[in-house]
């Protein structure tokens, strides 16, 4: 498989958006309204029998209605803030693992198709759900007080009630849901691209004599396809492994990293340590085959969370400096 064909394979199903949380919030609250459809029909049974039509009448006229129009604008409220809580899928705890290595073109194509994955949330019609369904409830309600009026048999028309009132406001809930504006994912990708790619770019640009490639490690999470971490490896040449690699951290449970081969010497050790800005500390923990990692305290790139990247750019390119220098030091003594 040439390399081109290998990464579209691979990116072809990536997931950037994760809906399921939403979904799922969703679902509960469908079962909710179910549990009070059954408590609400129990209700209009005993009002049925203890009462007659006028007093029904009342009720539909008074409590119902209040009820109804409160529940209805509820439903359409919360498949709007449902819709806005959709976030990136954070890719740690990820399952499986695949390294591909290739170069900064392939990043600007893995971000062209995480586009088309949030361009599928892009905004709907909005339409005011809201007076089409209280006009189809007090049509009904109407409906039903004349009936109450002019019938002796007042079981199947109270019963009607929460039915009806159930199906307007699942059905908001979840019109609402598909046609509200989603939260602004491009505008945050745009962000997102710009602080992985000035990382990455000024990494090529300073090491362009050295074999170097641009690593992307693809997992697994809840069967969706992720990628889990993208980094920049310095090797000795095409069929080494890396000596040094830089990691951004791309999921919440990472922090911006470089990650030594574990053959080194304990006086290149001694020798990195000391090169160290306070800001970064060197530990033995074991990242992917590597036993010395350089961590950043505070820096830490975290997908699901725009804070991480929302930043200027002046403060993004500051950063990519000191990358490149700590960069340029290890590789000096290494």
Known sequence: MNPLSELDALISRIRL????????????YLVLISIGLLLYLLLLTWLSIHFGGIML???????????????????????RRLKRRTTFVDSQNREGKRVYYGTADDIRRVFERWEMDAARSKQGNQDDIVDVLLFLFLVQMTLVVAMLLMSEEYLPFLLSLPIVLALLVISGMIHSYITS????????????????????????????QRKNAISLLFGRKRGWRVIHEIGFCFMLDATSKPILEYRLGLSSSQSERFLLSPTISNSVKSDVAALLPKAWSLS???????????GHRYRDLDISDSSTYLLSPSR??????EVVRI????????
Request: glycine share 10%.
């Open 57 to 79: 009448a009342l009720f539909v006229l008074g409590p119902h209605t209040i009820f109804g129009f409160s529940v209805i604008v509820q439903g359409v409220k919360t498949g």
């Open 316 to 321: 993004v390119q500051g950063d990519t400096e």
């Open 17 to 28: 958006v994760d809906r399921r949380g939403a979904v799922y919030e969703l679902v509960l």
């Open 327 to 334: 960069a340029g030091q290890l590789l000096g003594v290494l």
């Open 181 to 208: 504006p989603s939260p602004p994912h491009l505008d945050l990708l745009n962000h997102l691209e710009f602080y992985i790619l000035d990382r990455l770019n000024a990494l090529e640009s300073a090491f362009n």
């Open 284 to 294: 033995s923990a074991n990242d992917n085959g590597c036993c010395l990692v350089i």
